[in-house]
């Protein structure tokens, strides 16, 4: 035991739940204004594949998550387009963005750099740098300012800003007004479907960051569906966190502390007749705990009341 | 009450307008599908390649005979059976995003019942110690009904959890269908790599089934086609399947019940139907169904559970569903049309400069998007005076 619950095993929990902070707060922007996002799996494929492109040709990790940003909000974009203004399903179009983007970054990487699925391998220079690289030069390295990435920071701003915004501004008022009851929002005279617009291209933006860190921070390219699923583990943390930015957070980092032990554990830990550990029941406890969570057994998660219905403005 | 509920035929509407509903349903499909292409087709061009070779690749090597045939109404066989899944599943006014869960864990059942009670025993090939000893050795005439009945039984049980879920606490269907396909995916996985292979085997899948349980290739029947092929008797279930689908959603009662529950669930409650009874039962058809790619997959193709085979079948089975309005009819057609795609697939990858066959999902994905939004047209079609009496 002694060998798994290590300090790199805390850095490992912090590093792994990073990419899903960004994207469950992506995701809670977009459902607290009261849209449905299963796309977020997409959403980060696009942004990670976007990150990984980009930086190979500008050899700027920030001109790289900028860009990544820029391509989260514009498929994000497409899908307010579709949901609000066509009235699509909007589960249905999560789906299809999920798989657009399990198809078109092989597509495009294949006439770009004519591999099929995957971008060019990208000098660890131009990845995403860790703390150390911001701090001056007469701060020793410590663990956290060497192990854990300036995305990390990042993320933890966001969701601090996020709650402020949530719960201190007319915007986030307005923007839950929206997802809660938008015939009352519509009354008072805010606009639905322009916060619908806002909250969801937010949550492209965001996913596409989170994107980002996995393919040139976690890793050093993209590669043909990369997340795993994390969009889909990102959607749980959400639902888990109860559509609350910090305990959103802390279910990413619960989940990503689970992702951190498997890896951990591997070859490590046996059980009592010497076998391995199978890793598959841990990486099924995100989604267990998921559905007992929905389920209500653990406290009661509430969704957003408005949440996947279109909204049809009275006339 | 009574008469409402015994009145579950449809008045037929009138000639005319039945004809324009019927012209309008096959009207958004239709332009949803050029459109995609149309889009696929600037995405090709940009990339560096003719448009008009890769989608003469894409849909011409589908019927050829006996390959092109054979293979795409192979690759069609899944398709019905998760678009039917979801179809049936939409019809009581639910979203199954979880065919892919439930047909993997159907897949692997149908395997284990093909392995354990079939007699089958995984030894070590080094070692000769044995891993897994079978339960039964069933003869293939119980074996093989058995191995479908629980491929229909154990998808339909994955399947009706999460309406379970819902009809009882109100949890979402969509989330929690999303949550079992990640847990079906890591159980199986865990059986198949610790207990159901032959140790030592590089490849993440189970022992072999017993021959018993072997479903006919078609071309054992049908003359000119050669049994490499893997198209099997589980095509034939997957056209009865639509039949029996369509008999039971609009001649019998249930699927009356089915359908008013999905189309109005106030209505319905009111009329006497129990709705959380239908979401149940929706839920566990559509699982059901699901379930039957296990048939053609692990009794008709491969013989065993092998990780992984799906692709992506229960996600496309919503575009399936979707582009055929839910309608079994529609469902046959647009499994067709997705799996002359799939099989184009690969002579695109072989025979253009720079397209790869990932754009068979680009196409998928814009269809599913096109249909969904079909709210885009209705704007235009309405100025063309298409729409005048359609609001059916």
Known sequence: ?315 | MGRTRRNYKHAAPNGALKRMKLLRELLFPLIAVICAFIVGGIVVLLIGDSPFETYRLLIGSAFSWPDGIGYTLFYATPLIFTGLAVAVAFRCGLLNIGAEGQLYIAAFATAWVGIKLGGVIIKNPVTGQIVNSPIAHLPGVILLPLCCLVAVGVGAIWGAIPGLLKAKFGSHEVINTIMLNFIAVALVSYFTQYHYKIPGDAILQSAPISSGAHIARLGKIIPGLPQRIPLNLAFVFAIIACILVYIFLWKTKWGYEIRATGQNPSAAEYGGISIRKQIILAMAISGGLAGMVGINEVLGYRYRYYDGFSDNYGFTGIAVALLGRNHPAGVFVAALLFAVLQRGGVPVDAFTQHVSKDIVQILQALVILFVAAEAMFRGPLKKFGFMRSAKV
């Open chain 1, 1 to 315: 035991m002694r060998q798994i619950f290590t300090i790199s095993l805390l850095f490992s929990t912090i590093r792994l739940a990073t990419p899903l902070v960004l994207a469950a707060l992506g995701g809670l922007y977009s459902e607290r204004s009261g849209v449905i996002n299963i796309a977020l799996e997409g959403l980060m494929l696009a942004g990670a594949f976007t990150a990984a492109s980009i930086t190979f040709y500008a050899h700027s990790p920030f001109v790289g998550v900028s860009a990544a940003m820029l391509a989260g909000a514009l498929v994000a974009y497409l899908i307010a387009l579709a949901c609000i203004r066509f009235k699509a399903n909007q589960v249905v179009t999560g789906t299809a963005i999920n798989i657009l983007f399990l198809g078109l970054p092989a597509v495009l990487s294949g006439a770009l750099f004519l591999s099929s699925g995957s971008t060019p391998q990208i000098p660890k220079e131009n990845l995403l740098p860790a703390l150390y690289k911001f701090m001056p030069s007469f701060v020793p390295h410590w663990r956290i300012l060497t192990d854990v990435s300036v995305m990390s920071l990042l993320a933890l701003v966001i969701v601090l800003v996020t709650r402020y915004v949530l719960y201190r501004t007319p915007f986030g008022l307005r923007l839950r007004a929206v997802g809660e009851n938008p015939e009352a929002a519509d009354a008072a005279g805010v606009s639905v479907n322009r916060f619908r617009y806002a909250g969801v291209i937010l949550s492209g933006a965001l996913a596409g960051i989170g994107g980002a860190y996995l393919s040139i921070g976690q890793s050093s390219l993209f590669t043909r569906n990369m997340t795993a699923g994390r969009g889909f583990i990102a959607l749980a943390a959400l639902i888990f966190g109860k559509w609350r930015p910090v305990q959103t957070m802390l279910a990413c980092l619960l989940f990503g502390f689970a992702d951190a032990l498997t890896i951990q554990m591997q070859g490590v830990a046996k059980l009592p007749s010497g076998e391995d550990i199978p890793v598959q029941f841990v990486q099924m406890i995100p989604y267990i705990v998921t559905i007992v969570v929905l389920a209500g057994f653990i406290g009661q998660s509430r969704a957003p009341r408005a949440l996947g219905i279109p909204y049809e403005k009275e006339r």
